[in-house]
């Protein structure tokens, strides 16, 4: 009994990690099809095709975030689900500004601060994904040169600048639910490195301060 | 009946002529015919012909590779001939047996979004005055225990992820009918955007913001949410072919809460960004004409 239930436990472990994993990947695609939009320049002249193509970046976000409630839903990572869902929110609220620019050559002086914007959260989901140490400040200063662009040049050449304001502060709450993220990963693969370094040295470990 | 019992039905009868037709007219006697039948039946609404011919495309090019592979006695012909007659059943099947309607299709799938997201909105704004759970739900009623505060949010939430995998795709399907896309494309789209602002609505109605702030704002927003959720009913009134009535476009009531909100916060870029629950009001009062828009033009698309 104590072998099934062994082996039942570690078959939800591997489809927790998949479902977290499945969900953040979706993501990475997500947004990397949201910062490519802006800056596709027949984006009006095919209007069809991008919006089926973000139909179905939606439908495979929430086929993610179905499969991510299912298997989190009774485990100690439910604190961590929030927190997860609320990184789609931000998505979708970042994909606001699609809408609300009426003229898109203004994304045009925006490129280059899309673009590293975009390589960064690849760089961070990746390395989420792979357990890694996940350094945001690279990302925090994509954000603060986006913040210097707009209040230099797009609040004086847009008409409507408050609505980069508005971008601007989604990045910034996506900075912060990022680093809770990758604090909570983080820490739980310290605790798996600490768990080896003390089998191979025959640590105590009883007395680490494991995370929750 | 619905579409999805008339789709199986259809199957099924379509799939019994065939069998009686391999029966007495095919000339393989592998049951190559009903197959066929079944195969090209499965397509999806209101994609019947382009579909069932790339299927029937796809059938004769597996039959001939394996032809290829098996050297049978049998002519080759045959089992093309038996493909071919297969797939005039299927075709023909799903034209005229039982076929799918697309629009009662797409108001079947579109309907559960449409009251999700009401749901969703009175759960959102719920959340966002911190108003006392058994006050209002999207009828003015008294509000169940199941739209209780943040669990309220979440369960809204979850229901309406679950209703919007549903949504028809088959709108965006190469052959779809075409006096249909336009029209069908447009409204789904519109469907969808509505759930996207109220995703970055809730995003937002998360943050704590100053209790003297919502106080003050608190009359006009709850009359404001009062207006969309009657544009919700009277979307659904219409998708649900019953009878219409006029109402307010409530344009009013949200330059009141423009102006209401300028009186507290100055609406310039310097003051507004010095605290972040100005950015993310004004965002989301921002994101409330949004969903008038859109709410306005789908009333217009339906009309």
Known sequence: ?212 | MTQKLRFILSNLIGVSIAILVNIFFGLTHVYLIPLTTFVVMQTSTGNVIYQGLIRLMSVLFVISLIYIFLHSQISLFYYLHDAALGAVIGILSNLFILPRHPDIEFRERTIPVLEANQKYFAAIIQELLNQDPETIDTQGNNLSHSHKGRSGTKNAQIWLEKKIINLPSWVYASGFDSGLRRGHQFFLNRTERISDILFSMHHLACYKFDEDLMDRLHSIFTECAGHVEKFFTLILTIMRLSKTYAINDFLEELEKLDKKFREIVPYDLETIDIRRDYVYLGEFIFLFNELRSVLIKLIQALR
């Not at chain 1, 436990?9 to 490519?36: D, E, G, M, P, W």
């Not at chain 1, 990302?139 to 913040?147: C, E, N, T």
Request: hydrophobic residues 45%; aromatic residues 16%; proline residues 1%.
């Open chain 1, 1 to 212: 009994m104590l072998f099934f239930s062994n082996i039942f436990k570690k078959l939800k472990k591997i489809k927790r990690k998949k479902a977290i994993v499945f969900y953040l990947s979706t993501l990475n695609q997500f947004q990397h099809f949201i910062f490519t939009m802006f800056l596709q320049k027949d984006y009006l002249d095919r209007l069809d095709d991008y919006e089926k193509k973000m139909h179905q970046h939606r439908l495979k976000v929430f086929l993610a975030v179905g499969k991510l409630r299912k298997n989190l839903k009774w485990t100690r990572y439910k604190n961590m689900l929030s927190t997860l869902i609320h990184l789609y929110e931000i998505m979708f609220s970042l994909y606001e500004l699609n809408q609300r620019v009426k003229d898109r050559t203004l994304f045009d002086v925006c490129a280059i601060e899309f673009k590293s914007l975009s390589l960064q959260l690849d760089i961070i989901f990746k390395k989420i994904m792979h357990k890694e140490f996940v350094d945001l400040d690279v990302f925090s200063s994509a954000i603060v040169s986006f913040d210097e662009l707009f209040r230099s040049t797009l609040q004086i050449i847009s008409p409507e600048p408050i609505i980069f304001l508005f971008f601007v502060q989604d990045l910034l709450a996506l900075y912060q639910e990022l680093t809770s993220v990758s604090r909570f990963f983080n820490k739980r693969s310290h605790f798996l490195l600490v768990k080896t370094k003390a089998k191979q040295q025959d640590f105590d470990y009883q007395k680490w301060d494991f995370p929750g």
